[in-house]
Nanobody, 121 residues
Framework: QVQLVESGGGLVQAGGSLRLSCTAS????????MGWYRQAPGKQRELVATITSRGSTDYADSVKGRFTISMLNARNTVYLQMNGLKSEDTAVYYC???????????????WGQGTQVTVSS
């Protein structure tokens, strides 16, 4: 089992910045990718950004140029630097990871509990 713990959420004014962190722990063999998703009230969960262990990144169009995802492989930790925050960024932000387990390389998806980000206008 792999556990994910997020931190760094909070209340910020529009135009401000926050940095989210997520660390994976437990029976970790190989982390293939990590990512951030978010869910606003009454809306479906949506992709924010993902990063592979090789450093390839992908962003939602709505956050390109404002958010930056990075990963510290040695610590199984992913970060999301959020700049230029807008009220529409308000949501619960969830971290996930794709874990590859021995002996056959089976892939499993794990989710964190989420951290609230609120942007006041």
């Amino acid at each position: 089992q792999v556990q994910l713990v997020e931190s760094g959420g909070g209340l910020v004014q529009a135009g401000g910045s926050l940095r989210l962190s997520c660390t994976a722990s437990g029976s970790i063999f190989v982390i293939d990718a990590m990512g951030w998703y978010r869910q606003a009230p009454g809306k479906q969960r949506e992709l924010v950004a993902t990063i592979t262990s090789r450093g390839s990144t992908d962003y939602a169009d709505s956050v390109k140029g404002r958010f930056t995802i990075s990963m510290l492989n040695a610590r199984n930790t992913v970060y999301l630097q959020m700049n230029g925050l807008k009220s529409e960024d308000t949501a619960v932000y969830y971290c996930n990871t794709i874990h590859v387990a021995p002996p056959y390389g089976s892939r499993s998806l794990y989710w964190g509990q989420g951290t609230q980000v609120t942007v006041s206008s």
